[in-house]
């Protein structure tokens, strides 16, 4: 069974840095590719980042590309988001989700969500 509690959301100004964490409190978070999506009010849920089961396969959305760094730990069972050069339009709960198979964009791939954690950047 795979648990997902997210971790690391906070209320910083545009040009600050944040590290998300997600922990699987399961014991098979290393067979699982992960990613992170986020949803402002009033928007859909949309892709941000994925990362295939072992690490060395990754993929960004264009909006957050260079700026936002996928990483995951097997040992810690620890999945992170590193956001740099954070900018108002970053602002949205920020979900990890976990999947069976290799990494992917599309949210209705994904098989387990956390709960969210807000990320707020003023200007």
């Known amino acids: 069974q795979v648990q997902l509690v997210e971790a690391g959301g906070g209320l910083v100004q545009a040009g600050d840095s944040l590290r998300l964490s997600c922990v699987d409190s399961?014991?098979?978070?290393?067979?699982?590719?992960m990613g992170w999506f986020r949803q402002a009010p009033g928007k859909e849920r949309e892709f941000v980042a994925t990362i295939s089961r072992s690490g060395g396969v990754t993929s960004y959305a264009d909006s957050v590309k260079g700026r936002f760094t996928i990483s995951r730990d097997n040992a810690k069972n620890t999945v992170y988001l590193q956001m740099n050069g954070l900018k108002p339009e970053d602002t949205a709960v920020y979900y990890c989700?976990?999947?069976?198979?290799?990494?992917?964009?599309?949210?209705?791939?994904?098989?387990?969500w956390g709960q969210g954690t807000q990320v707020t950047v003023s200007s």
């Open positions: 989700a976990a999947r069976n198979g290799g990494s992917s964009r599309y949210k209705s791939e994904y098989n387990y």
């Open positions: 399961g014991r098979t978070f290393s067979g699982y590719a």
